[in-house]
């Protein structure tokens, strides 16, 4: 079959190793297999403090889902599928293979390993219910049951692993060492890359998605807020506006004032550890960065901003009143943007990420 059409292509350059994403391939992937649409941009004109238009990509049903992290999880499942059948068999997949009794039951001899902080989990179950596979998914005791509830009635074990986010990742790590199930995590570290690559190569389409969007419209926002956990959101839409939009905003990350391991590993020039309480932006509440992300944001990002708990429970008040009920990770943009309308001047508008629907 001609490689051309195969699902298995590379996401890190082969030379640099650095972040090579394509939204296109993804789109084809997902849309061969689930009910594709492109998420809605809400347009808010007359929210006090601001004379041009709040932007919102609202990413709270992506694919019938509750959060963007389905992009990513789905994406990643699918691929590395294509990648283990074409290491046992020579056979590069096509998009529309996985429907196919034999790559099924390929599939069901695969189990996905992940620690979540709750919406990659729910990605990686999807990605292994759509394809056959198996899915272990181990949470810390911060993720709300709701979470574990939700995976296991789509079909995941879930483990609860450790005390934080980083203690889970670092079991799951071990459990799939030790059961030879696939981790695909939605951070990097040291030489693990390509899951975590391509978990950000499926945020792509978010970016990808919006361009298309502001190319009709012309409203290309001045401002673009991206909150951060591991920071690999972050990194694909700042990577693809980089990349592709042909008008360049400020891009300004955001995280929660208890987890700026991004601003602080990107300003040291080495990644780096924070200490901090839990935040109840519990999806941002990362305390180490993921290294790839890091990479692609350290040249990318204008501006960093630290959002309190306080700030971030009062945007999701206010984006609820709106009509745009979430969290308040999922608030956190706002957070950011109405704390910059009262320092700084209006600039035109602003785009910001509402990532996940209400708990
Ligand atoms: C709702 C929500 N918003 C934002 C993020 C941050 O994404 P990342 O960890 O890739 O920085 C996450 C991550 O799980 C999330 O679930």
């Known amino acids: 079959m001609n490689p051309e059409n195969a699902v298995l292509t590379s996401v890190l350059d082969a030379k640099s190793g650095t972040f090579q994403p394509d939204p296109l391939r993804v789109l084809k992937l997902l849309a061969a297999n689930l009910n594709y649409q492109p998420t809605p941009v809400l347009e808010l004109g007359n929210v006090s403090g601001f004379s041009g238009k709040l932007l919102i990509k609202d990413e709270r049903r992506r694919f019938g889902m509750t959060s963007f992290k389905a992009a990513g999880g789905i994406y990643a499942v699918f691929t590395l599928i294509a990648k283990q059948w074409h290491s046992q068999t020579g056979e590069w997949l096509r998009p529309e293979d996985y429907r196919t009794s034999r790559i099924r039951r390929f599939a069901a001899s695969i189990t996905f390993v992940c620690a979540s902080a709750g919406n990659h989990g729910l990605a990686v179950t999807r ?53 030879g199930g696939i981790l695909v995590a939605d951070a990097s570290w040291g030489d693990y890359l390509e ?125 609820g009143r709106l009509g745009v009920a979430t969290t308040p990770s999922g608030a956190a943009g706002y957070a950011a943007l109405f704390a910059d309308a009262k320092e700084t001047e209006d600039r035109g508008h602003a785009l910001i990420f509402v990532t996940e629907a209400a708990i």
Not at 132 to 154: C, M, N, Q, Y
Not at 231 to 257: C, T
């Open 195 to 319: 899951p975590p690559a391509l978990v950000m190569e499926g945020y792509t389409i978010l970016a990808d998605e919006l361009q298309h969007g502001f190319e009709k419209s012309g409203q290309w926002p001045a401002r673009v807020y991206l909150q951060a956990g591991v920071g690999g959101l972050a990194a694909a839409i700042a990577f693809m506006i980089r990349k592709r939009w042909s008008v360049q905003p400020e891009v300004v990350l955001v995280e929660p004032d208890s987890a700026p391991c991004l601003k602080e590993s990107i300003v040291s020039g080495q990644l780096l550890r924070v200490e901090g309480p839990v935040s109840n932006m519990g999806r941002l509440d990362c305390k180490v960065p993921s290294s790839l992300a890091m990479q692609v944001l350290s040249s990318t990002v204008d501006r960093f901003m630290l959002v309190s708990d306080e700030q971030a429970a009062d945007a999701m008040v206010d984006l």
């Open 127 to 179: 990605g292994a219910k759509l394809t056959g596979a198996k899915a272990r998914i181990h949470l810390s005791e911060t993720v709300p049951e709701s979470f574990a509830e939700k995976l296991r009635s789509d079909g995941a074990e879930v483990v609860r692993s450790g005390k934080n986010y980083e203690e889970s990742m670092a079991l799951s790590l071990v459990d799939a060492d030790t059961t």
